[in-house]
């Protein structure tokens, strides 16, 4: 039975008709991660000569809509973000901007009350089930029900390819929306990265460090992929993270998880978002073993230290030689947004045997020629991701160092054998010469 028949609702419309609810000075939601809605976006875009005013509202969206990536002349689109992805760039390098702001994800529902006031909503869903609800899918339970207390229409896209996903509040009936127009879409996709030599050597150092029934969460990258990937010897891991990934499904069909020694939430992988493969996405559709929840809940560090041996692991762009990390901005440029590093990085700690973890390569090439990621300063403008007080493992392909409670001149000398070796003389040489050795 079509999608279409299955929505026993006089709301189904065409994205052309949907759009029309869309008025001047509108603050739009249009998309989170692997929740677009395409249809909805493209057909916005196509009224850009009869609005004025609109404030776009978007979080690391992978629909590569033209509201994003166009521009025109008296153009009346201008994003509001709280997490860039390389689509939310492009319209700050178009100047299509009101800007980015800094959130904690544990605070997401205040930023959409008092900052995003939303008012009218995108929200991609699944197809209905027997008794006609749509669910959130993989991401949407991270934040739907917070853009729904403020917007006053509410326009669905239904994807059916979209998994139907368990959680928290994260389904939704045909009468709370306005308008529901079909897709015929594909999910967006984010394919594995298959790891580098130096990744790899980073895994091999995290892995013991990771204990038997620790309870894990992952950020987002190849890095971080590859490490949940090396962990498939161990045994009865927890899974409460802000991200689910593909090498937490391997872990769970490779029997890696069981979620009973958790202390927090047993039984279940808890996560706020998804984002992967064909794969991915296919085993999280009617997966009982999985829980969605928001993001103040998967993020709040008080919730994160309840689960027994908590280890997160978040990587970086840069780290400095206090060992402070840059994990979301270099200089001026804004590449993605603070997330829940410092939230994980915290509860970690707070978890009864638990562990932060920073893990970066300590190098990459760029035009034929290395440049650290270690560094003694970060280039002016940088901001602070997780501060020097919170810091606690970082691991490069080189070691490991457990820096929380050392004195600066130590904290200095372990940073520096972490970074390449061709960057370690004047590291010294800056250190010495600043009086911190």
Known sequence: MKTAEKTKTNKICSPEEAVKLIRAHDRVFIGLISNTTPLLNRALWARRNELSDITLISGMSLDPSPLLTETCENDPFSLLSMYLGPFE???????????????????????????GKI???????????????????????????????????????????????????????????????????????????PPSPAMEKISEYINPMVEDGSTIQLGIGGLSTAIGNSLTSKNDLGIFSEMFCSSMMLLMKNGNVTNRSKGF??????????????????????????????????????????????????????????????????????????????????????????KSIIALESSYMKNGKRHSKINFNFPEGTPISTPRSDIEYVVTEYGYANLRDLTIADRARAIIELAHPDFRDELRDKAKHSGIF
């Not at 229409?153 to 929306?177: F, H, Q, W």
């Open 119 to 193: 008012t009218v909503a995108f929200l991609a869903v699944s197809a209905p089930d027997a008794s006609g609800m749509m669910s959130f899918g993989p991401s949407g339970g991270s934040i739907y029900r917070y853009i729904l207390e403020t917007a006053d229409r509410v326009i669905l896209e239904i994807n059916p390819d979209m998994p139907y996903v368990y959680g928290s509040d994260t389904l939704i009936a045909a009468e709370e929306a306005d308008a529901i127009v079909v897709s015929e879409g594909r999910m967006p996709q984010i394919p594995d990265i």
């Open 89 to 115: 760039r492009q319209a700050i390098q178009l100047k299509k901007t009101h800007g980015y702001t800094s959130v904690h994800l544990s605070e997401i529902d205040k930023w959409f009350s008092e900052i």
């Open 265 to 354: 939430m047993n039984g279940k992988s808890v996560f706020a978002f998804a984002a992967g493969t064909g794969e991915l996405y296919d085993f999280m559709d009617h997966n009982e073993l999985l829980y969605n929840v928001p993001f103040p809940c998967a993020n709040d560090p008080r919730n994160i230290m309840k689960n027994n041996r908590m280890i997160s692991i978040n990587t970086a762009l840069a780290l400095n030689i206090y060992g402070e990390t840059a994990a979301d901005a270099l200089g001026y440029k804004q590449y993605s947004a603070i997330g829940g590093q410092l939230d994980y990085v915290r509860g970690a700690q707070w978890s009864k045997g638990g």
